[in-house]
């Protein structure tokens, strides 16, 4: 068990609801937020992250003629900050294969379906075009796979008959806002660790589903 806080470095590129979910769960979490990091000048996550005393930085994935000139320039910055783990949070770009590999282990993100199902964007629409009747949210390690990394952790939410896609969104939203910060922490504690494209969590390979969490 770890005894001295991670590092970890946040991308976002919007509200950053995720993202202050973190830096509230930071201290107990055994986690120290080094940077936040946008892709947009505009994100309300800068303002949360500088309420926080955290640093800050925009870099303009416009400003760049391809993926792999921007994300070079990102690894630039993020290596500056030495993070033992990177979080995305709202982060609304594909990374490179080059990017994914230089953070091999170290990556997690958190997508709003129960992978691997809803793959993609727009899934709470999805899901209630297609009558489902459990929908949800995953933790994953990143891989060169587009929401393909091995999942973490799984929050799971009934879809109620008068659900609009707003109001399965906020359902769903606030069960990001516990289990995010949850993941963080275990691989922070040294508990959790991406081996041989599978999840270890205190020295046991979780399922193809991780850990499933029901509310």
């Not at 640093?55 to 994935?61: F, G």
């Not at 230089?102 to 793959?119: C, D, E, K, T």
């Not at 008959?161 to 606030?174: F, G, K, N, Q, Y």
Request: charged share 20%.
């Amino acid at each position: 068990m770890s005894t001295v806080a991670c590092t970890i470095v946040v991308l976002i590129s919007g509200n950053g609801s995720n993202l202050q979910a973190l830096i509230d769960a930071s201290v107990s979490g055994g986690y120290t937020i080094s940077a936040v990091i946008s892709n947009k000048a505009d994100a309300f996550g800068l303002e949360r992250a500088a309420n926080a005393g955290i640093p800050t930085l925009v870099i303009d994935h416009r400003q760049y003629p391809d993926r792999q000139s921007f994300d070079k320039r990102l690894i630039q910055e993020i290596d500056a900050f030495n993070p033992q783990l990177l979080v995305l949070a709202g982060f609304m770009r594909i990374l490179s294969a080059e990017f994914v590999q230089h953070y091999a282990g170290r990556v997690l993100n958190i997508h709003p379906s129960l992978l691997p199902n809803y793959r993609g964007t727009h899934t709470h629409e999805r899901v209630l075009e297609a009558g489902e009747k459990e929908h949800g949210v995953s933790v994953h390690f990143v891989t060169e796979e587009l929401d393909g990394g091995p999942v973490i952790l799984q929050a799971v939410v009934p879809v109620l008959p008068d659900d609009t896609r707003d109001i399965l969104a906020a359902r769903v939203a606030r069960q990001e806002h516990v289990i995010y910060p949850k993941a963080v922490s275990w691989f922070a504690s040294g508990r959790l660790h991406m081996l041989d494209n599978g999840v270890w969590l205190d020295d046991t390979r979780l399922t193809s589903h991780g850990i499933r969490e029901y509310s």
